[in-house]
Nanobody, 123 residues
């Protein structure tokens, strides 16, 4: 049974930082592209960042470029999202997903999802 478990969310002031983690089990982690998406009530799940299976390539939404950094540790089956210079508009539930293929920006291409972790940025 595949499980993705996010952690690290919370309440932070604007300009602050958070580091999200997503721990995976039940799948061959090193074979999966991993992505972070976020969602606010009543809206679609939006792409934030993704990292290739080897970790050699990273991809970011324009809204987070230069502020967020995605990384992974295949030995620990974990993907991270370092979020700096947080803004109120970054407030959302953040989800990690596992994608066996390469269309990193398409939410429908992801095979597995975590339960999400809430990030709230106060202005």
């Amino acid at each position: 049974q595949v499980q993705l478990v996010e952690s690290g969310g919370g309440l932070v002031q604007a300009g602050g930082s958070l580091r999200l983690s997503c721990s995976a089990s039940g799948l061959t982690f090193r074979r999966y592209l991993m992505g972070w998406f976020r969602q606010t009530p009543g809206k679609e799940r939006d792409f934030v960042a993704a990292i290739s299976a080897s970790g050699g390539n990273t991809y970011y939404a324009d809204s987070v470029k230069g502020r967020f950094t995605i990384s992974r540790d295949n030995a620990k089956n974990t993907v991270y999202l370092q979020m700096n210079s947080l803004k109120a508009e970054d407030t959302a539930v953040y989800y990690c997903g596992a994608n066996y293929y390469s269309d990193y920006g398409d939410v429908d291409e992801y095979d597995h999802w975590g339960q999400g972790t809430q990030v709230t940025v106060s202005s």
